[in-house]
């Protein structure tokens, strides 16, 4: 009986663990419950000029790294699978490492077929 007892109490650590996860992740925006991958879907467009002049659609891909989130070239567009926080986290953060050449950047949002919304940088 005693060399089962601390597998045991492993498992009920880790269940706890696993638990209090769960019960808070509704008061953290970074943590999403992992297997609900598609909570949020979203179709967004970024526009972005430095020093007045406005980036390409291939400019804005490169600095943010939007093709790699099923990007459509035709309308310059991208889709999102998971909170567009991430994504608005990503251009803020980039903007902030790149104070030499910082931009002034506007992301045309549509959530879960929701009215467009803008959200700038600088805020």
């Known amino acids: 009986m005693r060399k089962r007892a601390w597998p045991e109490r492993l498992g009920l650590g880790l269940l706890l663990l696993q638990l209090g996860w769960i019960v808070t992740c509704p008061w953290h925006r970074e943590r ?14 970024v526009e972005a000029s430095v020093g007045g002049r406005r980036l390409t659609s291939g400019e804005v891909a490169d600095r943010y790294g939007v093709r790699g ?6 309308s310059d567009e991208s889709w999102q699978l998971n909170e567009m ?4 986290g990503i ?20 959530r879960n077929g929701r009215p467009q919304e803008v ?3 600088p805020r």
């Open 69 to 74: 989130w099923f990007w459509r070239s035709a």
């Open 85 to 88: 926080h991430r994504v608005l």
């Open 119 to 121: 959200w700038q940088w």
């Open 91 to 110: 251009i803020a953060d980039t903007e902030i490492a790149r104070p030499e050449d910082r931009a002034q950047v506007q992301v045309w949002t549509r």
């Open 32 to 45: 999403t419950l992992a297997w609900a991958p598609l909570h949020e879907t979203a179709w967004f467009r």
